[in-house]
């Protein structure tokens, strides 16, 4: 981890940050054992597939800084994560910009410490600065329920 990618520190040892293209092969291993088949210990070969396409190779719209990791730095493993793609929607012949949360997921002993809110706050904030920006193309971010961003408004 390097200080220009470190976003926020949790606490506790977490410290919410961007992927980079040396977190490929630990994402790829993070995503494909949390979004593994329920009653299965094999890793979802099809899950570690897209991972590694959208982080190490060259992606038209995703690479490893639109993954957003929490790391554990007393054990440098990524324990927390979600993707947001970049996409072009159009409605009524309007196009505009969505940020797609994909590959969502935290290792099971980490659970109920907010690590998932954090992560999706941060997004969001991201996306709120970017429409205040008033850039030419809006950015529109796919809210999921389960992950509670009314929380958000305290950022």
């Known amino acids: 981890m390097t200080a220009e990618n ?9 410290v919410l940050r961007r992927a980079t293209r040396e ?33 190490a190779r060259p992606h038209p719209t995703t690479g490893p800084g ?11 493993q990524i324990v927390s994560s979600l993707c947001l793609i970049s996409q072009t929607w159009s409605y009524a012949g309007i196009s505009f910009g969505v940020g797609r949360p994909e590959l969502v ?13 954090a992560i999706s706050c941060f997004e969001r904030v991201v996306a709120r600065r970017f ?9 529109i971010q796919l809210h999921v329920e ?3 961003f009314d929380r958000c408004n305290s950022l």
Request: charged share 30%; glycine share 8%.
């Open 6 to 14: 470190s976003l926020r520190d949790l606490g506790d040892g977490l």
């Open 23 to 55: 977190d490929a092969d630990a994402l790829v291993a993070f995503n494909s054992m949390i979004h593994r088949r329920p009653g299965t210990s094999e890793p979802d070969v099809g899950i570690a597939a897209w991972t590694h396409d959208l982080v």
């Open 66 to 76: 639109d993954f957003t990791v929490v790391e554990d730095t007393r054990t440098s």
């Open 105 to 117: 997921g935290t290792l099971p002993e980490y659970r109920r410490r907010g690590l998932q809110r």
């Open 131 to 139: 429409i205040e920006r008033r850039e030419r193309r809006a950015v």
């Open 146 to 148: 389960q992950l509670h």
